[in-house]
């Protein structure tokens, strides 16, 4: 009876604190909520989900939860110092992701989020396993052993990797509310060029810092020369001169804002933003229907900011998103890859 009300209070407290955790990014005024989600996560969440942990596998594997919690706190706390030394580790993780996401980012988001997962779930599980191991030989050493098979290592490493499957579960639900979803809730990601209302729209980009240009006809990129940009610089720069988005910022900027405009009637039915933070990305607004909807896509393992978007006639925009650049069709919201690059700049030829 003792015992049952000894987890009792635990979980009242562990519920209260989660509480409070989630109401924290809510107050921030800077940032976006996932990163104050993150650092939530990153200076005291860590201490929590060891809790919870602690949790978990002494109502299910019959460990003291005094005893199994300061082992686990620690262990998030080194799990989490590991991942950070890790991370800065460019030279590690750049060629991990650029392999899950290959030539066409678009059409492998779902590799790229699935395989980060499973390598941080795996790193997780181990790093912290022989913290669980002390853990469980604390019990033991306090207790004794009734049974030695409760202390062998296989069961200790199911016990480990069923208290992340819950952790990461309670991770999901806290993150998932403040990440930026519009892209997986509003866009149709599609194959081919095929929606394209200008095809012989030509778009110039840089790849590894190279010019390239690409038509919207689906063939394809060709490398282009210095006297090729400088012809497209001075079209655009007589075009937008005075205009507080130039050409010069609107190539430069990595900040979001207006858009260039190539449509007939400039600022007709469709408009688009860009937005500095990856939460929202790319914003369109119909000033006649007020209809409106986002595409942003800011999740704990991917943020792909919205940048140096264009207008085309027919109600469509091409625009850098993350690595690549991709054509929007508004209406229907279908959503294209064009090429892997940065920085477009789109020519609509007579």
């Given at each position: ?99 899950l ?13 699935g ?18 191991h ?28 069923l ?24 866009a ?8 394209a ?31 090729d ?6 079209h ?39 937005h ?9 607004r ?65």
């Amino acid at each position: 009876m003792e015992l049952v009300r000894g987890n009792t209070g635990y979980r009242i407290v562990l519920m209260t604190a989660l509480t409070l955790a989630l109401a924290v990014p809510a107050c921030a005024n800077a940032g976006t909520l996932l990163m104050w989600a993150g650092m939530g996560h990153l200076f005291f969440g860590n201490a929590l989900v060891g809790l919870f942990e602690a949790f978990i596998i002494a109502r299910l594997y019959g460990i003291r939860y005094h005893h199994a919690a300061p082992w686990l706190v620690l262990a998030n706390y080194l799990s989490m110092a590991a991942g950070m030394a890790l991370v800065m580790l460019d030279a590690i993780f750049a060629p991990v992701t650029n392999a899950l996401l290959g030539d066409a980012p678009l059409y492998r988001l779902p590799w790229l989020v699935g395989g980060m997962t499973a390598i941080t779930f795996g790193l997780s599980v181990l790093i912290e396993w022989p913290l669980y191991h002390a853990a469980f030989r604390r019990n033991r050493f306090a207790y004794g052993a009734a049974d030695e098979r409760q202390y062998r290592w296989q069961r200790i490493l199911q016990a480990t990797v069923l208290a992340h499957v819950a952790s990461y579960l309670l991770l999901a639900v806290y993150y998932l509310p403040v990440s930026g979803t519009g892209f997986i809730r509003h866009a149709r990601v599609t194959r081919g060029l095929d929606i394209a209302a200008n095809p012989a729209a030509v778009v110039y980009y840089l790849r590894d810092g190279m010019p390239y240009r690409v038509r919207l006809d689906g063939s394809p990129p060709v490398a282009v020369s210095a006297e090729d940009i400088d012809a497209v610089i001075l079209h655009y720069a007589g075009r937008y001169t005075g205009d507080e988005n130039n050409f010069h910022h609107f190539l430069h900027s990595d900040t979001g804002g207006r858009v260039f405009d190539l449509r007939e009637h400039v600022g007709a039915g469709w408009r688009a933003r860009t937005h500095f933070w990856s939460t929202i990305g790319l914003e369109l607004r119909n000033e006649h229907t007020g209809d409106s909807f986002d595409l942003g896509l800011e999740l704990p393992f991917v943020s792909w900011p919205s940048r140096h978007a264009t207008l085309l006639p027919g109600d469509q925009v091409v625009y850098q998103f993350g690595p690549q650049i991709v054509l929007l069709d508004i209406t229907t919201r279908r959503l294209a890859f064009i090429a892997r690059g940065s920085r477009p700049v789109v020519v609509c030829e007579e």
